[in-house]
């Protein structure tokens, strides 16, 4: 039987935190179990905002990968590769920018508030606008169908199934296709096949699923259409053909509940986070200097755990009984909040044991993660070439 396969990347940005375990690199662990899965540094897409200082993105990109192997992901099932070293991403994302309407980049919501977010660096750059298609490359090259992301790359995966279609149906086609859809769309009769081309209009470029909902029905109500005219028509209306790209579906990663140290969601912007592997002492001291419920200016003044950053993180690594404790002794002022911190110090370095431990092991043996990547590389490489065959054969590129 024929396996799902995910496919996901990450942006190497420096040491990550507990934010990122508990949102997405937990969900890569489990998920490494249930399918093949493909994971990525996506080195290049730093580039499009990194542009103008690279230097880091090698040392990141190791570190990260450092990261995910102490988190749990697991060379032996998952294949961990890097982008760069894939240069069919780059091939691809050359053929299909040819047929990119620039309209459908420039509507991706990430283009303009990012530019917007980010508008200290000049991101009116070629690389960062087609920043969407690259990421249609990576995820199409695996002919992956499953893509695990968050809420904000959604719209990423939306514009690769629409690319998809459009695609297939530019060159996965009979020959002389478009021709005999057209003849077929004379036979619906003039105020039918007006209809049928303003709802499939609608559909290829705005991607108006409702308009693709009513060309079925009027498809449905028409009797006289032979067999091979119906297919056309529906073919013709989603642009699908011989399926030559496959259309991926997004597995939507929960946004990270993970509190930072001031209440805020973690997050290296917020400074506030507590890294994958940070040092033990440096977890006390954080989690020691975290601010408590401002009521508390005493150690007798009663306090309210929900007014507290440090009870979100009990939510985290408590159990009942702890949370109890806590529940009545900040209430009653009966303990203290330097007690109240410490099973959450705890917590925390119970989840970062086997982590620190995997990341020793393999900080050890620096030639063992060079040849888990260069391992990853090749396998991932095979899979590319494969669809980059196919897709020169249907683009009449084959020079074999
Ligand atoms: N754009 C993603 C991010 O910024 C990273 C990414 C690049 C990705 N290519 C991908 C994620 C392909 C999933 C699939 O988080
Ligand atoms: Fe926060 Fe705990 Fe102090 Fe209450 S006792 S204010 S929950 S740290």
């Known amino acids: 039987m024929y396996a799902e396969r995910v496919l996901s990347g990450m942006r190497p940005t420096g040491a990550l935190h507990l934010g990122h375990y508990h949102g997405v690199l937990a969900n890569w662990v489990k998920l490494q179990h249930q399918y093949p899965c493909l994971f990525f540094v996506a080195d290049w897409h730093a580039l499009t905002t990194q542009y103008d200082d690279p230097r880091l993105i090698h040392q990141n990109s190791m570190e990260m990968v450092v990261d ?26 050359l053929l299909l920018s ?18 917007e977010k980010l508008s ?23 002919r992956a169908d499953k893509v695990p992301v968050g809420e904000d790359q959604l719209p990423h ?79 013709y209306l ?28 973690m997050s290296k912007s917020y400074n506030n986070t507590i890294t994958l592997r940070e040092a033990e002492d ?18 007798t003044d009663p306090g309210d755990p929900l007014k507290c950053p440090v009870w979100q993180l009990h939510l985290v690594y408590s159990d009942d009984t702890c949370r109890a404790w806590v529940q009545e002794g900040c209430k009653s002022a009966g303990i203290g909040c330097i007690d109240c911190k410490q099973p959450v110090i705890e917590g925390i370095l119970k989840e970062q044991a086997p982590m620190r431990e995997r990341a020793r092991y393999y900080q050890e043996d620096p030639d063992l993660v060079k040849r888990i990547i260069n391992d990853g590389c090749e396998k991932a490489r095979d899979l590319a070439r494969e669809t980059m065959r196919d897709v020169r054969e249907a683009m009449g590129l084959d020079y074999s």
């Open 157 to 235: 995966v939306e514009f690769t199934r629409e690319l998809v279609r459009r695609f297939n149906h530019m060159y996965g086609r009979e020959p002389g296709f478009e021709e005999k859809a057209r003849e077929a769309v004379k036979k619906l009769g003039s105020k039918r096949a007006r209809l049928y081309d303003d709802l499939r209009t609608r559909f290829q470029q705005k991607g108006d699923k409702e308009a693709v909902e009513q060309a079925h029905a009027l498809l449905d109500e028409i009797q006289h259409l032979s067999v091979a005219d119906r297919e056309r028509l529906f073919g």
């Open 282 to 299: 440096s977890v006390a001291k954080k989690v020691r200097s975290m601010p408590t419920d401002p009521a508390r200016m005493r150690r």
């Open 68 to 93: 995910w192997l102490a988190a749990g992901v697991d060379p032996s099932q998952a294949t961990i590769f890097i982008q760069s070293r894939v240069p069919e991403h780059a091939e691809l994302h």
């Open 98 to 115: 040819m047929m990119t309407p620039l309209g459908w980049l420039e509507r991706v919501p990430t283009y303009k508030d990012q530019q």
């Open 120 to 142: 200290s660096k000049d991101l009116s750059t070629y690389g960062f606008l087609g920043y969407p298609l690259l990421m249609s490359a990576d995820i199409l090259i695996y």
């Open 238 to 265: 989603e642009g699908t053909g011989k399926m030559i790209l496959a259309e991926p579906g997004a597995l939507l990663t929960e946004a990270s509940r993970m509190p930072g140290l001031d209440g805020q969601k």
